[in-house]
């Protein structure tokens, strides 16, 4: 299993921020996430990443249980793209200095790169045209470019697991297309298991095979893709009536 979560519940500060999560992710699936604001979404992905307790359950990521293996090591595995970790960037880095430090699972560059190294993040950066990019500091560069070099920063420890906590806040409409194409790519080369939070149920790529609806801390519905974006499932997750029009394998949602 990718991911394996039985009961899991979250509590942090007196407060159950996730109730009993059962869900699985089987390698060969690509899970997409959705809930509203405050629903749990990054507290499940900083879970499954060790930020967050798993106060009661229990979690099984890439193989490894939860509790009986160093998350520190298994974090090597798992590439991890959030606003909150884009936060704790020093400013005075460069998108090279970034994507390097991604090699080393360390925020903030401390350890020496080997030559092979410098090569890989090189190659990572040219893989998103944004090799020119390598010597700007990150603070300067647009916002679809900093998403670029995060994901590039994710990619270059070649993960078996990529998380990512809402990619697209903040692009235009081009720049969002250009990153989701990238997406795109990654998913369909079958490698890293992809899991992808978001509000615009558009963003769902058909390449996502496996959607979960988070709700108040709770699961309201998960399963194949198909079977959970029906206007009546998604009617009565949010809890109002809402159409959808199909084009190109992506969903496009109409409030009623
Ligand atoms: N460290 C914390 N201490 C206390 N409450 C927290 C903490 N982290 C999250 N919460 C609360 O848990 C709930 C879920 O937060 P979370 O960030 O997981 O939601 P989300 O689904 O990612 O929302 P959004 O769509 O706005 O990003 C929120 O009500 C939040 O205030
Ligand atoms: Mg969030």
């Not at 090189?122 to 998103?128: D, H, P, Q, R, S």
């Not at 647009?142 to 078996?160: C, D, M, N, T, Y």
């Not at 615009?200 to 519905?221: D, Q, W």
């Amino acid at each position: 299993m990718v991911i394996e979560l039985k009961a899991a519940s979250c509590i942090v500060e007196d407060r159950q921020i996730l109730r009993e999560i059962n869900w699985t992710a089987n390698p060969g699936e690509h899970w997409a996430i959705v809930g509203l604001n405050g629903s749990g979404k990054t507290t499940l992905l900083n879970l499954i990443n060790g930020y967050a307790p798993l106060s009661s359950g229990e979690m099984r990521v890439l193989g490894r249980l939860y509790g009986a293996y160093d998350w520190r090591r298994l974090r090597k595995s798992i590439g991890f793209i959030s606003s909150s970790l884009q936060e704790k960037f020093y400013s005075g880095e460069t998108a090279g200095e970034i994507v390097l430090s991604g090699i080393f699972s360390t925020i903030g560059l401390y350890d020496e790169p080997r030559k092979k190294d410098l090569a890989r993040a090189y190659a990572v950066l040219e893989g998103f045209k944004c090799a020119h990019l390598a010597g700007q500091r990150y603070a300067s560069l647009s916002q679809g470019e900093k998403q670029k070099v995060l994901i590039a920063r994710a990619l270059v420890s070649s993960p078996k697991l990529l998380i990512m906590d809402e990619p697209c806040g903040g692009l235009d409409i081009f720049a969002r297309e250009e990153f989701l194409s990238g997406i795109h790519a990654l998913g369909t080369n079958s490698s890293p298991a992809l899991v992808y939070v978001t509000h615009h149920i558009e963003e769902i790529l058909p390449i996502f095979t496996h959607v979960l609806l988070l709700k108040a801390g709770n699961i309201h519905s998960a399963g194949e893709t198909g079977s959970i974006l029906t206007a009546k499932n998604l009617s009565s997750f949010f809890g109002m009536p809402v159409g959808l029009r199909w084009r190109r394998g992506r969903a496009w949602l109409e409030i009623k």
